[in-house]
């Protein structure tokens, strides 16, 4: 029989990590018989997450072109010729439209026996924190120093209003229940395999050496505060004549930067503002018995006092005299000085970021 396991998210439960292993683990994969499909998008030939290639092209086929839907289709097809197991992994699959969804699920009943589609779901608050730091560290993303109602409605829109509803219902409504798999992400992290284990191993079905999952790194680490910080104040700082430059800069330090530090939450910041989202819960546990306790996970309050430890500036001076010309170790002093002069900055801080700030400049 041959059938099609669909990872379909949620965003932020370790979908990356999950991708990676499988792109970096297809051969052993393949002899357990499943085989991870190898989808090349644009210029990267065997993209780990499958998400770009779905999108583009049932993005382009409800806009009434189904060339790139028919050859992906087609592709998936050859694929499960050579293998009775394939697995496909997106997270952008759960937050298709509708009707995208049900004609990704008519293909896929064409060219398989069986399908079942694996979905994580996470408590909502403390999934706002994760998504509400993946906004802060892209380029044009949201900066919390300036942050407007406009922006903030976009960010509630696109990440929290009807989260489960909007994106579960639909495959809630077309598949059996023997078809869909939807969990806690937290039960599944805490599982000695990972999120990695319980998705190969307790949804799939196949028995891997533990220490083969065990000691994969996660592929994703959570970006300290005082980098966010830092990338906030570059876009405070930002204007029409250095627009270029600072999107380098900040896309240089959230990519590559020191990962130590205070990791505390943005969210909590904006914790009073979330609208309520005990209707999406409710319907969670009606319609798959997962049950969340909207308190259960609260927003940890930043503390200002933990921030811009000693180590934390040293670590951050040793990369920037690494990895940054003289013209991005400018403009980090100036961000360094445009939070040295932030009302918010304890006294003592302020005499850190004035130091590394001094020592950035005799660099240049």
Not at 116 to 133: D, E, G, K, N, T
Not at 281 to 305: K, M, Q
Request: glycine share 4%; with cysteine.
């Amino acid at each position: 029989m041959r059938k099609i396991f669909v990872h379909a998210g949620f965003h932020k439960t370790g979908t990356t990590s999950v991708q990676e292993f499988c792109t970096r683990n297809r051969t052993e994969l393949r002899r357990h018989g499943l085989h991870y499909a190898r989808l090349d998008y644009r210029r990267m030939p065997d993209h780990p997450n499958h998400s770009y290639v779905l999108r583009a092209a049932y993005d382009a086929a409800m806009a009434g072109d189904n060339s790139l839907r028919e050859s992906l289709v087609r592709e998936l097809g050859q694929q499960l010729d050579s293998c009775d197991r394939l697995l496909v992994s997106g997270e952008i699959i759960c937050a298709l439209e509708e009707p995208a969804k049900i004609l990704l699920l008519q293909d896929l009943r064409l060219i398989a026996d069986e399908l079942c589609f694996i979905l994580l779901v996470r408590h909502p608050r403390s999934y706002f924190q994760s998504a509400l730091q993946q906004h802060l560290k892209i380029w044009t993303g949201i900066n919390l120093y300036q942050l407007s109602e406009d922006m903030l409605k976009t960010v509630i829109d696109h990440e929290w209003t009807t989260l489960y509803t909007k994106r579960l219902t639909c495959f809630r409504a077309r598949l059996a229940d023997d078809e869909l798999i939807v969990g806690k992400y937290e039960d599944a992290a805490r599982t000695s395999g990972g999120v990695i284990g319980h998705l190969l191993q307790d949804c799939v079905g196949l028995r891997l050496p533990y220490g083969q999952i065990a000691s994969f790194r996660p592929a994703n680490v959570s970006l300290p505060h005082e980098t966010l910080l830092l990338a906030c104040a570059l876009k405070s700082l930002r204007t029409a004549g250095n627009n270029a430059t600072t999107n380098r800069l900040i896309d240089r330090l959230t990519n590559t930067a020191p990962r130590e530090g205070c990791r505390q939450a943005f969210a909590a910041l904006l914790a009073d503002r979330l609208p309520p989202i005990d209707r999406e819960l409710a319907w969670l546990e009606t319609n798959f018995g997962i049950h969340y306790d909207l308190d259960a996970v609260s927003f940890a309050p930043p503390e200002p006092e933990k921030l811009w430890s000693q180590a934390y500036c040293d670590s951050l001076l040793a990369y920037a005299a690494r990895r940054l010309d003289a013209p991005d170790r400018q403009r980090l002093a100036e961000a360094l000085d445009f939070l040295v002069r932030r009302p918010e900055t304890a006294p003592g801080q302020r005499q850190t970021l004035a130091a590394a700030s001094h020592r950035l400049l005799a660099a240049c």
